[in-house]
């Protein structure tokens, strides 16, 4: 990567993917990104120690405070029955918000092993096809999770579920985010 402009990233499409419900955020993304953010879509990395390769469906930056949000994204009917997960009524593998911590503890080290100070960094799902009239309730994912009924007010939504996903970011010094886009 080494794109320095705000904006979401590919510029013109989508990265590659089969998921409708990726395409759906991200054409949203498009038009409702806060102005000034940063966004990557299909972010993908690789650990230099362990070789391990991991993705983000979205990781998201706010250049104001040094902070970025590794998005899940899943399509179809979620919802969570007794402390389980399901996508149209088929249980899945993990949680959404685990498979972004795990790309997050992923994310850490490479800025570890780059010797790169590393942005506070919080994490968030995106159910695009799944409409709800009031957020889970459970602590874990109070405040991160963003339905359908979200996605024309994005632009707003987003600022919110940044500061619940990282509500105290710690101060870095320099042009942070310049470091992050040549990752």
Same mark, same amino acid.
């Given at each position: 990567m080494?794109?320095?402009?705000?904006?979401l990233w590919p510029?013109?499409?989508?990265?590659?993917?089969?998921s409708e419900a990726e395409k759906k955020v991200y054409n949203t993304l498009k038009t409702s990104l806060p102005k000034g953010w940063y966004a990557w879509h299909s972010l993908r990395l *690789?650990? +230099?120690?362990?070789?391990?390769?991991?993705e983000a469906d979205f990781v998201i930056a706010?250049?104001?405070?040094?902070?970025?949000?590794?998005l899940e994204v899943k399509g179809g009917q979620i919802s969570q029955q007794d402390g389980?997960?399901?996508q149209n009524n088929l249980p899945l593998k993990e949680p959404p918000l685990d498979q972004a911590f795990h790309f997050r503890?992923?994310?850490?080290? *490479?800025? +570890?092993?780059d010797n790169v100070g590393s942005p506070t960094i919080g994490f968030a799902a995106c159910f695009p096809d799944t409409f709800f009239s009031q957020q889970p309730a459970q602590g874990d994912l109070q405040g991160l999770i963003i339905g359908g009924q979200?996605?024309?007010y994005l632009d707003k939504i987003l600022k919110d579920v940044m500061?619940?996903?990282?509500?105290?970011?710690?101060?870095l010094k320099g042009p942070w985010i310049m470091g992050f886009c040549h990752r």
């Open positions: 080494s794109q320095t402009n705000s904006g510029r013109e499409a989508p990265r590659i993917t089969k *690789r650990t +230099k120690k362990k070789g391990e390769f991991c706010d250049p104001n405070h040094p902070s970025l949000l590794v389980h997960w399901y503890r992923q994310l850490i080290d *490479r800025f +570890k092993e979200d996605l024309p500061k619940r996903a990282v509500p105290d970011p710690w101060p």
